[in-house]
C-alpha cells in the first residue's frame, strides 16, 4: 500500500491525525471533523480526523507531481459512442421517459504508483482555481480525490441548508444558448424539490436564478436554492434527499439513472458525487458536486488501463459530463464534455500555458 499519510484539505483547511473512517451518514451529526466523500455510485466515506489547522494550498514542488503524458489519456466513451449516446437520450425524451440526463465520459492515463493526489491539487490551485477545490487523501480506503469543482452540492449552516447547481456551459457569456437558460431551472425545480422534502413548509427559495459566473476558461450559469430544514432531519435525511434517487441508501433507481446506466461503460466514482466536509461540533459543513475533479484508480474498479484489479497499477482518472435535453446536438454536446475537460487534463499533465 502506498505509504502516504491521510488527510483531507478544503481552501485553507489542512486535516490530519486520523482518527475514524466509517460510512454511515449519521456519524456527520456527531462530533468532530469529517471529510467525506460520496460516490456516485452510492459508496460513501466519512473520514474524522484529530488534527485541523489553515494554512495555505502550498506552491507546487519541482516533480512532486509528475502527471501522465497528454497523449496517454483515453476516453470511455469515443466521439462516435458519445454523439450516438447523445441521440439516444433524446429518443428517451421523445417517449416522455425523462426531461434531460447528464451523459458522462471518464477519461483516464497511467501515472506513477507513488502519484499524490495532494500534489496535484498544488498544481490545479495555480493552474485551475475553483471554489470549492480540495484534497481527500485515503490510500487506504481507495480514496485519492482532487478536486477542482465550481459547484456546491450542500451547505449547511445550522438547520439552514443552500446549494448552487450549475446547468449552462460556455466559453464566453455571449455563447450561451436558450438552451442552457432552460436546462438551469429544470435542474433548479428538481433542487428545489429534493430539499423540500426535508424542510420547512414554505421555506424554500430562489434568490439568484441563472447568475453567470466566469470560471477559467469558461463560464458557467448558477442559481442558489436555500431552505430550513426540519427540526427532525439531520445528515442522513438530507443525503438520501439531495442524492439522486436516494443512491446513498440504494433506493430504486429514476428513470434518468437506468438510462445514464444502459449508455455509460465505466463507473463514474467521485464524478457528480459530493466531496466536502462538515464540522460536527459547530453544525456546519460545505459539499461540492464532484466535477472537475480527478481520482487515482488503484484497484481497477474504474478504467481498462487497469487490467489487474489489485494489481499495483496506478490510473488518474476524471469525469467529463453533459446535461441533454431534446435541443441538444450530439456535436455539440461532445464539445462541451471538450471544453469542460481540456484545461484540467493539460494543467495534470504539465502541459498547460496561460495564454
Keep these: 500500500m502506498l505509504d502516504l499519510a491521510p488527510l483531507a484539505r478544503f481552501g485553507d483547511r489542512v486535516a490530519t491525525g486520523l482518527a475514524d473512517v466509517t460510512g454511515d451518514p449519521a456519524a456527520l451529526d456527531s462530533t468532530g471533523f469529517w471529510a467525506v466523500a460520496a460516490d456516485y455510485e452510492g459508496r460513501l466515506t466519512c473520514a474524522r480526523f484529530r488534527d485541523v489547522r489553515h494554512e495555505p494550498v502550498p506552491a507546487p514542488a519541482p516533480g512532486a507531481w509528475r502527471g501522465p503524458a497528454a497523449g496517454d489519456w483515453t476516453s470511455s466513451l469515443d ?9 439516444r437520450v433524446r429518443e428517451h425524451i421523445a417517449t416522455g421517459e425523462v426531461y434531460q440526463v447528464n451523459l458522462c465520459r471518464v477519461l483516464s492515463a497511467p501515472v506513477t504508483p507513488d502519484a499524490d493526489v495532494d500534489a496535484l491539487t498544488a498544481v490545479l490551485a495555480r493552474g485551475n482555481p475553483a471554489p470549492y477545490a480540495g484534497t481527500i487523501r485515503l490510500p487506504g480506503y481507495g480514496v485519492e480525490i482532487a478536486t477542482a469543482s465550481p459547484e456546491l452540492f450542500l451547505r449547511r449552516d445550522g438547520r439552514i441548508v443552500e446549494s448552487g447547481p450549475i446547468k449552462g456551459t460556455a466559453r464566453t457569456e455571449a455563447e450561451l444558448l436558450e438552451k442552457d437558460y432552460a436546462e438551469n431551472v429544470m435542474i433548479v425545480d428538481l433542487v428545489r424539490n429534493d430539499i423540500g422534502r426535508v424542510c420547512a413548509t414554505g421555506s424554500v427559495t430562489v434568490p439568484d436564478l441563472c447568475a453567470v ?3 477559467p476558461g469558461l463560464v458557467h450559469l448558477v442559481s442558489t436554492v436555500r431552505g430550513e430544514l426540519r427540526e427532525d432531519v439531520g445528515w442522513p435525511e438530507l443525503l438520501d434527499a439531495a442524492f439522486p434517487a436516494g443512491s446513498i441508501t440504494g433506493a430504486p433507481k ?7 446506466d444502459a449508455l455509460e461503460t465505466a463507473p463514474r466514482g467521485p464524478y457528480c458525487g ?20 480527478f481520482w487515482i484508480d488503484r484497484a481497477g474498479r474504474g478504467s481498462p488501463l487497469c487490467e489487474e484489479p489489485g494489481g499495483g497499477t496506478a490510473v488518474l482518472c476524471f469525469g467529463a459530463g453533459a446535461g441533454i435535453t ?25 502541459t498547460y500555458q496561460e495564454s
Excluded at 466521439?79 to 441521440?87: D, E, I, K, L, Q
Excluded at 429514476?254 to 445514464?260: F, G, N, Q, T
Excluded at 459530493?274 to 475533479?293: K, Y
Excluded at 464534455?337 to 499533465?349: I, P, Q
Design 79 to 87: 466521439r462516435a459512442a458519445y454523439t450516438a449516446g447523445v441521440r
Design 213 to 215: 459566473e466566469k470560471h
Design 254 to 260: 429514476s428513470s434518468a439513472l437506468r438510462i445514464i
Design 326 to 350: 431534446w435541443d441538444s446536438d450530439p456535436e455539440g454536446e461532445w464539445r462541451e464534455t471538450e471544453l469542460k475537460a481540456a484545461r484540467l487534463l493539460a494543467v495534470a499533465s504539465g
Design 274 to 293: 459530493g466531496i466536502g466536509w462538515v464540522d460536527a461540533d459547530r453544525g456546519v459543513g460545505e459539499l461540492a458536486v464532484g466535477i472537475r475533479t
